[in-house]
């Protein structure tokens, strides 16, 4: 079947809707696969989620009836990406992003190889029109209210302001369509809230978001404000984001660690904890990265969610479950038109529409 590269996939199947397409999900992808990755799929599809696996079946144990879609090779975790990708062309993760790219699946879930999974869904569905980059979404807990979204998490560790301006964009469309945010607020993650402030990239970035990109930008905002973010969406490198993610779950973890362990101290603190427990699990369950559902890959022509490499079952249908909704509310084609809209608008306004190419 010929692809149409408009942002909104057709299905393999004329007539029907790309949302009633199955998730595909890599089951052979994380450091606790196959076993929790089946698990997971398996609960997305007791709950009627449509879901196929790809796998090597011999390796695979009971899948509980799930289609599964064969394959012969996989891809570690410690393999150089872009090689893999290129040399293992029967990998599952390359044929879980042929399925999206050929219209036989409305989305992949993996919790394999982030780089690796980043290149199969880059070099098989290919990138949105008008895209530079993709880029990795991931959401910042925000207590009580929908997350932020945290961009590039990853994907980019260099960039140049161009990449940053297409990031904010499609990461406003993002949190929009994912968490239901009227008119997102966007931030440029800096050391300081002065616009002088920062490398020459950041500054750079931080006059052409102030001079109008299609989002609502609200100025620079530091790292320690990040938990809770006032903006719903955090701009940066892929580099500075994925340290910064890291460095935020770290955190998070040592101060709950800490917690629960302070609580079995001694028989009052014991006492104590029976009186707190029940009003700090529902915080702790919020924090836990197990149930956010995953990160998205922004920029891809279809729906990719990537899973920590230590998914249990419980994140791996989370994130089926996340890329179920983003494959219904069409997130492919909100991207392409909110990239597609900026540069109109540039160009209309005599502006120089290069400044959302790469240089």
Not at 210 to 215: D, E, K, T
Not at 303 to 314: L, N, P, W
Not at 332 to 359: K, N, Q, W, Y
């Amino acid at each position: 079947m010929a692809r149409r590269r408009t942002g909104s996939r057709e299905p393999a199947a004329p007539g029907m809707p790309l949302s009633s397409l199955p998730v595909v999900v890599d089951a052979m992808g994380g450091d606790k696969a196959p076993a929790e990755i089946v698990a997971g799929a398996r609960k997305a599809a007791e709950e009627g989620i449509s879901v196929v696996l790809v796998g090597v079946p011999e390796l695979l144990g009971d899948t509980g009836g799930l289609p599964l879609v064969a394959c012969s090779e996989v891809i570690g975790m410690d393999e150089d990406a872009a090689q893999a990708v290129r040399r293992k062309k029967d990998s599952s993760l390359v044929r879980a992003a042929e399925l999206v790219r050929d219209g036989a699946a409305s989305a992949m879930v993996s919790a394999g190889n982030t780089g690796a999974t980043m290149a199969s869904a880059l070099l098989r569905m290919g990138r949105l029109p008008g895209v530079v980059r993709p880029c990795i979404a991931t959401p910042l807990p925000r207590l009580g209210r929908e997350p932020a979204v945290l961009v590039d998490a990853g994907a980019n560790a260099e960039c140049t302001s161009a990449m940053l301006v297409q990031f904010a964009q499609m990461g406003a469309a993002y949190a929009a369509a994912r968490y239901g945010v009227d008119d997102p607020s966007v931030a440029l993650l800096s050391i300081g809230e002065e616009p002088s402030k920062g490398t020459p990239l950041v500054k750079e970035t931080h006059g052409v978001l102030a001079g109008g990109a299609g989002v609502r930008f609200v100025g620079n905002v530091e790292g320690r404000d990040l938990l809770p973010s006032p903006a719903d969406v955090v701009v940066t490198d892929g580099f500075t984001g994925n340290v910064t993610l890291k460095a935020l779950e770290g955190s998070l973890r040592f101060i709950v660690q800490t917690l629960f362990g302070v609580f079995s101290t001694d028989e009052q603190t014991r006492a104590a904890s029976e009186v707190l427990l029940p009003h700090l699990l529902p915080i702790a369950s919020a924090l836990d990265p197990e149930n956010t559902g995953g990160a998205m890959l922004l920029g891809v022509d279809g729906i990719c969610v990537i899973s920590h490499g230590s998914s249990s079952a419980t994140a791996v249908h989370n994130a089926v479950r996340v890329a179920r909704d983003l494959a219904r509310s069409d997130l492919a084609g909100l991207l392409a038109a909110a990239v597609g809209r900026t540069r109109e608008e540039t160009s209309g306004a005599g502006g120089d529409p290069g400044i959302l190419r790469s240089r």
